[in-house]
């Protein structure tokens, strides 16, 4: 539960999501959370290198998030520590997460499957390799009530 | 960068990767609030460590202790565990208007390359 899965099914071959995903002119058309402007997007495509991205939104507030390429293999994966470094969550400032990102080649395209992992502590780590079944999962049932599409 | 202190997401994670403590509070939800001896019944460990376990648990907010004459009742606090599922949340709407713009730009870009391929005899 430390972590959100999403799959989403996307016609288009891999090798162009890939490129949607990790160039600065395919970040400008979807990193805004709305139809506010992509101001930066810097990307440094290799593993250790490290991207930037900064948007406007329509209310008009400044965002940027960063992070650091931990695997690029070209069209399949791409996993990538994240981070708020400018406006965003106040909570979460500086808190590292982590994005992995699979795309799998399919008839109609690529099946993409896409992870957020909250995993900035040893305790997290930990109570993630115990495993979050059972006791766990009827306690989130308990206090959301629906529990969304959590991993 | 400033390192943040200990969240208490994290003192939450902290405290649930412990079995016995898993297990007291899925006791705790299923049975509302329970005494401490009632609730160290089931569980192989002497009364002392259970409080410890408690204490663990109290600290991360996760439980209330209430004591009336010389019963002490253990029930949950849903607080901790909203925090986590709120996170959870809030970052499935982020992610899902992002992928849903990222699927729809690939898929133009698709269309477009294709219609600038040469037509596949082989298809």
Same mark, same amino acid.
């Given at each position: 539960m430390t972590s959100l899965t999403l799959v989403r099914r996307i016609a288009a071959r891999p090798s162009i999501v890939f490129d949607v995903l990790t160039?600065?002119? $395919?970040?400008?058309?979807w990193w805004g959370p709305d139809d506010g402007p992509v101001l930066l997007a810097e990307t440094?495509?290799?593993? $250790?290198g490290s991207f930037r991205v900064r948007f406007r939104m329509l209310d008009g507030t400044e965002h940027e998030s960063s992070g650091e390429y931990i695997e690029v293999v070209r069209p399949t994966r791409l996993v990538m520590s994240w981070r708020w470094t400018n406006g965003g969550d106040a909570a979460e400032a500086g808190e590292e997460s982590r994005i992995e990102i699979d795309l799998h080649p399919i008839a109609t395209g690529t099946e993409l499957t896409f992870t957020h992992d909250r995993l900035q502590t040893t305790a997290s780590r930990d109570s993630h390799e115990w495993g979050w079944n059972g006791a766990v999962d009827k306690l989130e049932r308990h206090f959301s009530g629906e529990a969304g599409r959590a991993a | 960068m400033v390192k943040s202190p200990v969240s208490d997401l994290d003192r939450t994670?902290?405290?649930?990767?412990?079995p016995t403590r898993?297990?007291?509070l899925a006791r705790l939800e299923q049975d509302g609030t329970v005494s401490v001896?009632?609730?160290?019944?089931?569980?192989?460990?002497?009364?002392?460590?259970?409080?410890?376990?408690?204490?663990?648990l109290g600290e991360a907010g996760l439980i209330t202790r209430t004591k009336t004459g010389r019963t002490v009742a253990v029930g949950l606090t849903a607080g901790p565990m909203e925090e986590a599922m709120h996170w959870l949340r809030r970052y499935e709407r982020f992610w899902s208007?992002?992928?849903h713009r990222l699927a729809a730009h690939a898929e133009a870009m698709e269309t477009k390359v294709r219609a600038a391929e040469p037509p596949r005899e082989d298809l």
């Open positions: 160039t600065p002119d $395919g970040i400008r058309y440094d495509l290799r593993v $250790g | 994670f902290a405290a649930l990767v412990d898993r297990a007291i001896s009632e609730l160290s019944r089931p569980f192989a460990i002497k009364l002392p460590a259970v409080m410890k376990h408690l204490d663990v208007a992002r992928l």
